[in-house]
């Protein structure tokens, strides 16, 4: 056996060697022969009917392959959830950049000039980019009525208490796009032929997503649609539905030339075409005692989704139920919506909705707290949920979380009260100013709901010949160190050591699905799923007599080979089953929305130039609780990560739009953080463990996106005294909201006690 | 293309290796590198120079290789990440960026390592802001940078180590 632990330790990355050596092969890394290259002409317009569409001259148009709608073998959609997105446009198009026509050849430096030599004539129609044109409805861009979906969250009766508040709270909070920025752009590879069927290599989160779409798109049965993952450059959310697309445009091209077709997006293609975070904006009306207690409040939460329904169902599901925060709110009533406009849709990005309401929910807090008179961290403390409590959707807090010690170790870490004395007693002509800003929050792992139970994954576990074992997945790996986590669970469940256990890569002709890599669904659903089939292959070497309850390496390596060769293989699976105490009613959206969520307290302190208006974070305390840590380097590493995202979101990333359309599509002028621009991001973890997930663990990858904009924001209030209300906050924002002056405690509407 | 030089024929050192090829004058370092030198490792993140992920050494200089046309590169000794390591022995980098955390999806890597060998050929010793300085030419999604700092300046300290 062996004694030494994996679980808890930091293993080496799986692929750490080829990606440190510049082996890793990307999607652009890969040529296959007589390969052809696509690119594809898009809308250069908001909204309106195609009229014609002409091949110009000066450029040999037989030595091309040119596709369009009328080529489309099956249903001419992008299946995901409701099937409205065209994969080519048919007659209409309703956002800039709308694929209409797709063309390949097999030399890549003349495509821009074809792109371009093709001439579109369009009937305008008018077009609508924001929310409250969206919601005015003067035109109607999609349905009935511009709505994709809506819900309605109530708990108690919020009618009733506004008589007993003290004070009433109001105030509006806006959020920006957000553009992922992975490094690596969206790219796929086709390949066609009527007896191999089709294979697609790509840069995606979640091959059996493009499975569906392929097979509907090029009406193929499922036995010969293969889709392959590569290595994956970054993803983040904006390879989770987008890839279905390109991987469409890639098969129709490789359908009708019978060649491979290779499309890579260039950045500014990437940024301006593909998906974002949803804008959003947020409005809360709260009733308050005179202490800082909730009473009750109503919350108002719309995102913009685009032209398309896309993901937008499921983005604005998770940012309905994280809209209340980690507080207990004994009255509550959250009306929640998803909007059409006539920007390309914005689609899934880290949180998931959840970092835009929480954005309002924790600015909201702080400006509680000021009318009321109190300290943010006391209307935080007066308010946390506490074990045995109910959600807004009324799930009880079953695990023994207690914020208020949380809050106390951040507030510790941060050195935060002598901060704020310090920072507060600062002169106020000092060109300087500096402030501090608190964020408590939390992060639902899993899929919403029942959402896991329709998803049914399944996972398997295989010993191999060689005696060595292997994971057989669809979770991806895209730098979150999934490969790694899901051997050293299988490892550790089969007591041997991480080196003998290897992951297949995802190809759905080889792994079963284990449904999308998500959520922050992996370690703690796909990976307790692991464990299951992991054990299922001891069982099963243990029950044949192969192996007795105490082997070392060598002797089940032995056991397992034995097996192969005498069964010919050794597999084993499970299947997700939900356990009976999680209930979710759909209609009602009421019950378990999670099975598990993080919690997190986190600090940042800023200093802001009263003469640039430029805001530097110089210290961050992120501190959160995510059930049992399996890797450490690792976790830390997606904490760091998402706080980087984070503090990007609230002060440097700003989407720059015009008729629909990003303006700012490109690395010089869309900015990101650098290294220079960052604090040495300061992480720790409490660790209560948790009974759904691999060896306690919970979801970890979004929870960090979450925190880092109000508590940045905050900060800069701090600062300021002024109330800032809508991200990002550039330079120029601050130096608006500052020349307006609207002090952070005159611009509530406020009630006095009666 | 018409107005355009045709091809010419341009040498470089690269790794070590003297390459003849046949090229446009215009043609990008990154192309000639990753298609006709089949050396990968460098990256095409914004072909505008600026995420770095292209980056390598040119004369002892770090370019961003987007950027440089193949004619600036004749007579040039060019270094990747394909360059670094002793045969299979990791580069010190390589294995502080392992053992850190330093590369995560790992697109950026290689010439985020190749910005940090520079570094230290110009600074054996950097200090925490110095690292932070020398590579936000650099941009990565992942990390948040702290990871590959303490990477960079593990690699350091080993290396000046007695």
Redesign the interface.
Known sequence: MNSEKIIGTSVPRKEGQDKVTGRARYIDDIVLPNMLYGATVRSSIPRGKIKSVTLGPGVSWNEFVIVSAGDIPGTNCVALISDDQPCLADGAVNHPEEPILLIAHPNRHILRKAVEAIVIEYDLLPAIFSIEESEQGKEIVWGTDNTFKKYLVEKGDVDSIWKDADYIVEAEYTTGAQEQLYIENNGVIAQYDRDQGLTLWGSLQCPYYVHKALMKLCDLPPETVRVVQTETGGAFGGKEDYPSMIAGHAALLAMKSGKPVKIVYDRMEDMTATTKRHPSRTRHRTAVDKHGKLLGGEIDFVIDGGAYATLSSVVLSRGTIHAGGPYFWPHVRIRAKAVATNAPPHGAFRGFGAPQSLFAMERHMDRIASVVGISPVEVRRLNFLKQGMTTTTEQVIREPIDLGKLLDRGLELADYSNKRKHFQTGSKLDKRRKGIGIATFLHGAGFTGSGERYLASVVGVEGCADGTVRVLVSSTEFGQGTKTVLCQIAAEALQLPYESVQIAQPDTNEVPNSGPTVASRTIMVVGKLVLSAAYGIRQTLLTCGLLSDEYSADQFRDACAKYVAKHGELKSWAQYEASPDISWDDASYRGEAYAAYAWAVYIAEVTIDLTTYSVTVNDFVALQEVGNVLHPILARGQITGGVAQGIGFALYEKVVWQNGRMQNGQMTNYIMPTSADLPQIRVYFEELGNVHGAFGAKGIGELPMDGPVPAVVNAVVDATGIALDAIPLLPEDIFKAISREPREKSAHALKEPA | MSGQPGKGEFSLTVNGELHTIGAYPMERLLDVL?VQLG??????????G??G?CAVLMDGLLVNSCLVPVAQAQGALVV???GI?DGEA?HSL?TA??????????????GM?MAAYQLLRKKPKPS?EE???G???????????????EAVAQAAARRCAP
Request: hydrophobic residues 30%; proline residues 2%; negative net charge.
């Open positions: 990753r050396l990968t490792g460098a990256k095409e993140g914004c072909g505008e600026e995420c992920s990747t990440i394909e390591a990791l390589q960026f392992l053992q850190c955390g330093g590369a995560q999806c790992g697109i950026c890597t290689p390592i925490t690292i932070a300085e590579l936000a030419g650099n941009l990565c999604r992942c990390t948040g940078y702290t990871q590959i700092c």
